[in-house]
C-alpha cells in the first residue's frame, strides 16, 4: 500500500473542502498542531492547502523539505511568497475564473445598493419613517461613467454588466487593452476623475498597496461612489473614511477592509457606506467549485499529472 501523502491546510478551511483533502491525503491542520507536532509532520508535508486569505510567508515554506505544491481555494493568492516558493521548486496554484460571475455580480450590486441607498431604504420603512414622509432623492446609476480598476476576467465582466445599465465603460490596468471596446486611462486618478463609479476590481499585494489614496479619492469627486472588491489593502482606509465623512465623495460599497473581520467604528456609522463581509464569491455553487478546483490541483499533482490552474508567475 502506498504511502498517503501528506497535506498541511494552514488554516480550518472550508467544509466544502476539508472533507475531500481528508479522504485523500494525509491531512494535518496547523492551527491544531503543537509546535512539536509541526516539527515532527514538517519532513513529510508534501503539500500546502490554504484559502484565499491564508498567510504562507517564506519562513513557513522553508520548514518543509519535501514540500511540492501550495494549492490556494480563491483567486487572490497575495499571502503567499510566490517567490520563495519559485525559489524552492514549489508550485502555487488557485482558482480563477470560476468565481468570476459571483463577484461581478456583487460589485453591480453594491454599486446599486450606494447609488439607489438601498439598504438606508430597507432601514427606512423598517422603522416606520415613512410614515412621515419621503426618503431623500438618490443617484440614478443607468447611463452613469464607470471606471474599473483592473481589468481582468473579472473586470470585464463587470465591464458586461454595466452596459446592460447603458454606462459609460473605462478602465486602467497594467497595460491597455486593445481589443476591448473601452477607454483606457493611464492612471488612477485620471481614471477617478473620468468616473462617478470608481470599481476597484485589481489584485491585492504590495505593488497595489493603499493604490486608493486621498488624490485618487478627491479625483473621484463629491458625486463619486467606491466600490471595493478586491483586496482590502488596496484602499488607503483611513483616507476613505476622511473622504466619506468630509463629503470628498458621494459613497461607497464595501466588501474588503484593511483588517477583516474587523472593521473600524468610523466606517460603521457612515449611512452612506454599504458594508459586506467579504462575500464576493460567497454562493454555494461557486465555493463548490472552488473546492473542487483546491483539491483537483492537489490531486492532480500527486497524481504525476499537470496542475489544472497555477498562478501567473508558476506559468512559466
Same mark, same amino acid.
Given at each position: 500500500?502506498?504511502? +498517503? !501523502?501528506?497535506? @498541511? ?5 472550508? +467544509? ?14 496547523? /492551527? ?10 514538517? /519532513?513529510? !508535508? ?14 513557513? @515554506?522553508?520548514?518543509? /523539505? ?8 480563491? !483567486? ?24 468570476? %460571475? ?14 439607489? =441607498?438601498? /439598504? ?47 454606462? =459609460? ?17 493611464? &492612471? ?63 459613497? #461607497?460599497?464595501? %466588501? ?7 472593521? +473600524? ?11 459586506? +463581509?467579504?462575500?464576493?464569491? #460567497?454562493?454555494?455553487? &461557486?465555493?463548490? $467549485?472552488?473546492?473542487?478546483? $483546491?483539491?483537483?490541483? @492537489? ?9 489544472? &490552474?497555477?498562478?501567473?508567475?508558476? =506559468?512559466?
Amino acid at each position: 500500500m502506498a504511502e +498517503p !501523502v501528506h497535506v @498541511l491546510a494552514v488554516a480550518r478551511l472550508s +467544509p466544502l473542502l476539508m472533507p475531500q483533502l481528508e479522504a485523500a491525503f494525509k491531512l494535518h491542520v496547523l /492551527p491544531d498542531l503543537t509546535p512539536e507536532a509541526l516539527a515532527q509532520v514538517a /519532513p513529510l !508535508v508534501r503539500g500546502i492547502a490554504g484559502s484565499g486569505e491564508s498567510k504562507v510567508p517564506g519562513a513557513l @515554506l522553508a520548514q518543509f /523539505p519535501a514540500l511540492e505544491l501550495v494549492s490556494i481555494m480563491g !483567486v487572490g493568492y497575495d499571502g503567499v511568497d510566490v517567490a520563495a516558493a519559485k525559489a524552492k521548486q514549489v508550485m502555487v496554484t488557485h482558482t480563477p475564473n470560476v468565481l468570476n %460571475d459571483d463577484v461581478a455580480d456583487l460589485a453591480l450590486g453594491l454599486m446599486l445598493s450606494a447609488a439607489r =441607498q438601498l /439598504p438606508a431604504a430597507d432601514r427606512f420603512v423598517r422603522a416606520g419613517l415613512w410614515l412621515q414622509g419621503n426618503m431623500p432623492l438618490a443617484r440614478k446609476m443607468s447611463g452613469a461613467r464607470v471606471g474599473i480598476v483592473g481589468m481582468g476576467r473579472i473586470g470585464q465582466a463587470i465591464a458586461q454588466r454595466a452596459l446592460a445599465f447603458n454606462m =459609460q465603460v473605462s478602465y486602467t490596468a497594467r497595460s491597455e487593452k486593445p481589443d476591448l471596446p473601452f477607454a483606457f486611462l493611464s &492612471t488612477v486618478e485620471a481614471l477617478a476623475e473620468a468616473s462617478d463609479f470608481l470599481v476597484v476590481i485589481t489584485p491585492g499585494g504590495a505593488g497595489t498597496r493603499k493604490l486608493i489614496d486621498a488624490r485618487v479619492l478627491k479625483a473621484l469627486g463629491p458625486k463619486g461612489f467606491l466600490v471595493n472588491v478586491a483586496r482590502g489593502s488596496v484602499v488607503d482606509e483611513q483616507a476613505l473614511i476622511e473622504a466619506l465623512e468630509n463629503g470628498t465623495i458621494a459613497g #461607497a460599497g464595501l %466588501d474588503v477592509f484593511e483588517d477583516e473581520p474587523r472593521v +473600524p467604528e468610523r466606517l460603521l456609522a457612515l449611512h452612506k457606506v454599504v458594508l459586506t +463581509p467579504h462575500i464576493g464569491s #460567497a454562493t454555494a455553487a &461557486t465555493r463548490q $467549485a472552488m473546492a473542487d478546483l $483546491a483539491f483537483n490541483n @492537489l490531486a492532480s499533482h500527486f497524481a504525476g499529472r499537470p496542475v489544472l &490552474t497555477p498562478v501567473p508567475e508558476c =506559468q512559466t
